[in-house]
């Protein structure tokens, strides 16, 4: 029943042979359980729950909210995109039902008639006296063992194009996402039409991505000639109530928002931290809202950058690691942390914090790049500040069409770091200096590719 669901059959089958075949059972006996194969919720809520916990990107973000949706409204289709983005799951899904079937035949479930939609709520009460224990054992059972096995897949079989969930057609019929059912987060524009003096860019913890990504649109900003605008970066938690437009990522948005408490701020979308492309409809935006004020400047350029003292503490010859090869992103991120841990960065705990940082939020910034980092409460962990450098020449796939070829791993300590992650976010702009670094063969090689001395 549930590959059939997913190609839009489940209607065919549910009231054009189980629901017939249902009523006359109902006739003799009460009840049946025809009606609780296609309406049975439980093994399709237990996967959305186990991609809730071991997803990533979007889907992660999303499953919440679709289970509600599922749960509650008796909408499956925005079910259906989370297995089409990743076919495997579909396993978990139907080990719940067969569990869930079984005790529902032990037990003597079944229900008077077909719960339509089918939510939770319908089937409690289309539910007869005497199948109450059986139908709520079953369907809870099978929710167990959906999530059991979907949290097995997810971790055995990683990678699934679980950020694709609004691309999919079956038969030319658009599958529906929880996007069709819940208002988009994207963009927000302030109803203002006072000047950009200030704008934030934000990440999850403010450590390394927001740092890198407002190192690039400064650059932007005064080959646009907004060289007066100030950029800061920061977490999405702690948006200063001052700024004007605040960049950060669509699934963070929400967030800033509740941080920044303010109608007069302006919040963008950005997929891409060090993709020059990605900030053009801030810069479209600023531009509407500052024309006479565009003057541009000379853009720094990271050969032009002296290099200093600090940059040797900060990312030392030995944090540098040449020809890796990693399976997971975990793997990657283990191995990053662990070059800072070994060399006195960090404490080995913090490298935990590293890999939960990625799974409330991909740490790929885009191309080609990936920055493990910890999270606001790692300060602790961070001995002094440092970055390392891993070299991965065949890629680690963060995502769909997220493939890293350079980790960089970051401890950042009173902002010590910032001045050496403001070079190397300039050098990794252009992607022709990241296919430098994925082919050197020494690590002297990528230092002179990040003019570090």
Known sequence: MAPAQVLFLNNVVNHGIL???????????????????????????????????AGRGKAKNTAPMAMFIAGIAGIGEVYFPFVLANPILVFATMGGLAVSLFLQVLMGGGLIGVASPGSLINIAIMTPKDAI????????AGFIVSTLIALFLLKTFAGGKDDDLEEFNVGGRQVKSVANFVPA???TIAKTTSKIKK????CDSGMGSSAMGASVLKNILKKSGYADISVEHS?????????????????????????GGSDSISYLPVNNFL???????????IASRNQATATKTEVDDPDDLVPTKNEAKVLPKENIKLHQHFRTPEEAIEAAGQVLASNGFVDTTYID????????LSVYVGNHVAVPHGLETSDPKIKKSGLSVLQVPEGVEFGPDEIAYVIIGIAGKS??????????SLVLMDEANVEKIRSAESEEEIMAVLNIS
Request: aromatic share 6%; no cysteine; net charge negative.
């Open 235 to 259: 977490s999405a938690n702690q948006i200063a109530p001052d700024a004007d437009l605040v960049i950060t990522l669509d699934s963070l948005i929400e967030r800033a928002k509740l941080a």
């Open 185 to 187: 987060v994207g963009e």
């Open 415 to 424: 902002d010590t770091h910032l001045e050496m992650l403001t070079k190397i």
């Open 199 to 202: 704008i934030i860019v934000a």
């Open 275 to 285: 993709k020059e492309d990605d900030y053009k409809p801030a810069i479209d935006f």
């Open 353 to 360: 914090d590293m890999l939960k940082r990625n799974e409330d």
């Open 19 to 53: 629901a017939p075949i249902g009523y006359a059972q109902a006739a003799e006996a009460g009840k049946s359980i025809m009606f609780l194969v296609d309406t049975n919720n439980g093994p399709l809520l237990g996967t959305l729950f186990a991609i809730a916990l």
């Open 133 to 140: 224990v059986a139908n709520f054992v079953s369907i809870l």
